[in-house]
């Protein structure tokens, strides 16, 4: 079954860091883009990034540089995003999603996302 | 990146048709037809119903249709059911290898 399953809930303290994981199933790992974004309660969806696993490239979206670090373990089929130096601002859900190599950008299929919340 | 502006809500009642428009820039919808919609009932997982401004991906009704003018992208929806009750959020190709969405439209079936 194609899918991406991601990680479980998270709860932070500002100025900690988070992972989540998003592992993916069905079909050729390093044949796709993964792309992260996020929904923060009350507002709509932001880019985050996106990592490619063929060629170990990552680009990140300005909010996000300095702060958000994405890798990947070809050998579980799984990326990582995390995020460091956290504010209450970053409490949101994280959703991995999955673009097909080439010149496309469009996404796919999308996991079911991750809740991170930020309190003290 | 400046978000794209989405209407925040629409509505229409079953089988009217509704459109839902996406207006970007120049660095963006305007110059890229990399305009993609996503349906995304909360707590489930976005889906995606229209890339490349026009094409359907496989499984998705041909209720739903994309287009573009300029700036300015649209989804279409006809035949309206209760089933497509949800927010919808277009999202686009912006230059420097990078996406951008709308703020998000919530869609009501009256």
């Known amino acids: 079954q194609v899918q991406l399953v991601q990680s479980g809930a998270e709860v932070e303290k500002p100025g900690a860091s988070v992972k989540v994981s998003c592992k993916a199933s069905?079909?050729?790992?390093?044949?796709?883009?993964m792309h992260w974004v996020r929904q923060a309660p009350g507002h709509g969806l932001e880019w985050m990034g996106m990592i490619n696993p063929s060629a170990g490239s990552t680009r990140y979206a300005e909010n996000f540089q300095g702060r958000v670090t994405m890798t990947w373990d070809t050998s579980t089929s799984t990326v990582y995003v995390e995020l460091s130096s956290l504010r209450s601002e970053d409490t949101a859900v994280y959703y991995c999603a999955r673009v097909a190599l080439g010149p496309f950008w469009h996404l796919d299929l999308w996991g079911r996302g991750t809740l991170v919340s930020v309190s003290s | 990146q400046s978000a794209l502006t989405q209407p925040a809500s629409v509505s229409g009642s079953p089988g009217q048709s509704i459109t839902i428009s996406c207006t970007g820039g120049n660095r963006d919808v305007a110059t890229y037809n990399l305009v993609s919609w996503y349906q995304h009932h909360p707590g489930k997982a976005p889906k995606l119903m229209i890339y490349?401004?026009?094409k359907r991906p496989s499984g998705i009704s041909n209720r739903f249709s994309g287009s573009k003018s300029g700036n300015t992208a649209s989804l279409t929806i006809s035949g309206l059911q209760a089933e497509d009750e949800a927010d919808y959020y277009c999202?686009?190709?912006?230059?420097?290898?990078?996406?951008?969405f709308g703020g998000g439209t919530k869609l009501t079936v009256l």
């Open positions: 999202c686009s190709y912006a230059s420097s290898s990078s996406l951008v």
């Open positions: 069905g079909y050729t790992f390093t044949s796709y883009y």
């Open positions: 490349e401004v026009t």
